[in-house]
C-alpha cells in the first residue's frame, strides 16, 4: 500500500500509527513519501505504477490545519481512485463491529531517509519493508509522458519568457513546484512562494480561491506577472490567474482544456473519448463536447464518480467547479496537471491566459457562474429547507411558473431532484441536489454538502448563459442577480437560518 499525508498537523504522528497498524495486520509492503509527504495525485500516481491494493492518504484537502485545524484520512483502492461508495459503506459497516484491533506500538521508522526498511516481525508474515521514497520522482516521470515538456521550457525561459507566479500555499505541493517548474522546467526560483510545507500552512486557509488567495491575487494584479497558479493542501485543486489578476473560473478553465487537448502530446496519441462533470458545474464543457462529438456524463459531486467512467474507456477529462480537473492519466483530480496543460496551450497558442479565455467565450459563449456557500448551519435546519425546497420543486405545478425580477422573466422549464445512473455498472446515486432548469437554459442548483463536524453546509448555484459578445464583459455577480433572488425567495434561506447572506462566494 500506499501513505502520504498534505503534511498538516498531527500528519507524522499519524503515518507511524499506520505504518504499526499495517504491520500487525499483514500488509507486506508501505511505500511512503519521504517526510511523510506526497500529494494526492502522486499517491494515485504510485499506486498504479507499482499495481499496489490501494493508499491512505492523510489529509483534509483545503480545509484549515494546526492543531485547531482539520484532519482526515482517505483510502483510495487500487485503481488509484477514491474508494467507492460500495467500499466505504462496507468500512462503515465493519466498524461498528470491532471490538480490538492490532498493532506494533514499538515499530519505529525514520520517514526522513530515503530507501528501504526492513522488519522481521518474528510472527506467521513474512518479512515487513517499508521504502521513503522521493515525493516527486515518480508522478514527474510520469508527466513527462504526457506534455512537450521543451515547449513549455522555452515559454518560461526563452527571449520573450513568461513570467508566472506559483503558490503552493504552504502544503504539499512546495517540493512538486520547485522540482518540476524551476528546476526541470527552468522558471525562476522566485516564482514560487509559500513552498515549505507547514503543519498549519502558515495560519492561513489553503484553499486557491479568490477569498483565500490573496496573496497571489494581489501580486497579480501589479501586472509584472502573465501567469498565476495556486494550489490546495494536497494538491489536487488549483486556480488560474491571468495577468492584472484575470480570474478564470473553474467552470472556464475545464472547458478551455477541453476545447485545447490537442496541445498535449499525450492527448494527441490517446485521442478523446469523452468529458465528464459533476453536476453543479457549468455546462461550458457541454458545449465544447458538442462542436468535438465527444459524450458529456454528468456525476454527482465527487471524484470517486469519474474513476469508473475513466477505467471503462468512457472518459479522457473529468471536472468540478470546485477547482478539481483531471484526466485518465490518474484517477484523481491533479491541479499540476492542469498547470501545465494551461502553460502548453499558451505555449501553443501565444497568446496570453485572457485571450484564451476571450477567445474562448467569442466561440462558444459566456457561462455566467457562481457558487454562493452557507457555512456552518445547523443540520436540523438545512434538512428542513431542503425537504421544503424539494416539495415545491417535484410539485408539477411549479414547471411553467415564471419569476419576473426587474426586466428579467424566468420561466421554469425543468425541475428534479438530481439521482445518477452509472453507465458502468447501473448504481443508482440519489439525492445529489435539486435543480431548477430554465427555459434560457439558465440554471439554479441546491445542494446540501457533507461538512466537518456537527455542522451543515448550503451550497446555491446560479448560472446564466451569454452567447452575445458585447455581454461578455459583465459582472457576474450583477449577471446572476436575478437568478438569486429568485432562489432566496423560494428557499427563504435567509429567513430560515438568520443569516444575512453567504460565508462565501466563488
Known amino acids: 500500500m500506499v501513505v502520504g499525508s498534505d503534511g498538516r498537523y498531527f500528519s507524522r504522528t499519524a503515518t507511524e500509527i499506520v505504518v504499526q497498524m499495517a504491520a500487525a495486520n499483514g500488509i507486506g509492503r508501505l511505500i511512503i513519501g519521504q517526510n511523510g509527504i506526497l500529494s494526492t495525485p502522486a499517491v494515485s500516481c504510485i499506486i498504479r505504477k507499482i499495481k499496489a491494493a490501494g493508499g491512505i492518504i492523510l489529509t483534509a484537502s483545503h480545509c484549515p490545519g494546526g492543531p485547531g485545524g482539520e484532519f482526515g484520512v482517505k483510502f483510495n483502492v487500487a485503481n488509484g481512485g477514491p474508494a467507492p461508495d460500495v467500499v466505504s459503506d462496507k468500512i462503515y459497516q465493519i466498524s461498528k463491529t470491532i471490538e480490538e484491533y492490532t498493532i506494533c506500538p514499538d515499530l519505529r521508522i525514520d520517514l526522513s531517509r530515503l530507501g528501504r526498511q526492513e522488519f522481521d516481525l518474528e510472527n506467521k508474515f513474512k518479512p515487513f519493508r517499508v521504502e521513503i521514497v522521493d515525493p516527486v520522482d515518480i508522478y514527474l516521470n510520469l508527466l513527462r509522458t504526457i506534455f512537450d515538456f521543451n515547449a513549455i521550457k522555452s515559454l518560461l525561459t526563452g527571449p520573450g519568457q513568461l513570467k508566472i507566479r506559483v503558490d503552493a500555499m504552504h502544503g504539499v505541493m512546495g517540493p512538486y513546484v520547485r522540482k518540476v517548474l524551476c528546476d526541470e522546467l527552468g522558471a525562476p526560483a522566485n516564482s514560487a512562494i509559500n513552498c515549505v510545507p507547514l503543519e498549519d500552512f502558515g495560519g492561513q486557509h489553503p484553499d486557491p480561491n479568490l477569498t483565500y488567495a490573496t496573496t497571489l491575487l494581489e501580486a497579480m494584479k501589479g501586472g509584472e506577472y502573465g501567469f498565476g497558479a495556486a494550489f490546495d493542501a494536497d494538491g489536487d485543486r488549483y486556480m488560474i490567474l491571468g495577468q492584472n489578476g484575470f480570474f478564470v473560473s473553474p467552470s472556464d478553465s475545464l472547458a478551455i482544456i477541453a476545447a485545447n487537448l490537442s496541445c498535449i502530446p499525450y492527448f494527441r496519441q490517446m485521442g478523446v473519448r469523452g468529458f465528464g462533470r459533476s453536476m453543479p458545474t457549468s455546462t461550458a464543457l457541454d458545449r465544447v463536447a458538442k462542436s468535438m462529438k465527444v459524450p458529456v456524463y454528468e456525476t454527482p459531486a465527487g471524484w470517486r464518480f469519474f474513476s469508473n467512467l475513466m477505467d471503462s474507456g468512457r472518459c479522457s477529462l473529468c471536472g468540478e467547479e470546485s477547482f478539481g480537473t483531471g484526466s485518465d492519466h490518474l484517477r484523481e483530480k491533479d491541479g499540476l496537471w492542469a498547470v501545465l496543460v494551461w ?26 457562474y457562481c457558487r454562493f456557500d452557507y457555512e456552518g448551519l445547523e443540520p436540523k435546519t438545512t434538512y428542513y429547507i431542503m425537504r421544503d425546497l424539494e416539495a415545491l420543486l417535484t410539485d408539477k405545478s411549479f414547471i411553467g411558473q415564471q419569476f419576473a425580477v426587474g426586466s428579467h422573466v424566468y420561466s421554469v422549464a425543468k425541475t428534479d431532484s438530481f439521482e445518477y445512473v452509472d453507465p458502468v455498472d447501473g448504481t443508482v446515486t440519489k439525492k445529489q441536489g435539486l435543480r431548477i432548469i430554465f427555459s434560457d437554459a439558465s440554471r439554479l442548483i441546491f445542494r446540501l454538502s457533507s461538512s466537518s463536524g456537527v455542522r451543515a453546509t448550503i451550497r446555491l448555484y446560479a448560472e446564466s448563459y451569454e452567447r452575445d459578445p458585447s455581454g461578455h464583459d459583465q459582472e457576474p455577480q450583477a449577471v446572476l442577480s436575478p437568478l438569486i433572488a429568485i432562489a432566496l425567495k423560494i428557499s427563504q434561506i435567509h429567513e430560515r437560518t438568520g443569516r444575512r447572506g453567504p460565508t462565501v462566494i466563488t
Open 343 to 368: 502553460l502548453s496551450i499558451i505555449a501553443a497558442r501565444k497568446q496570453s491566459v485572457e485571450e484564451i479565455v476571450r477567445d474562448h467565450w467569442a466561440k462558444f459563449g459566456r457561462h455566467y
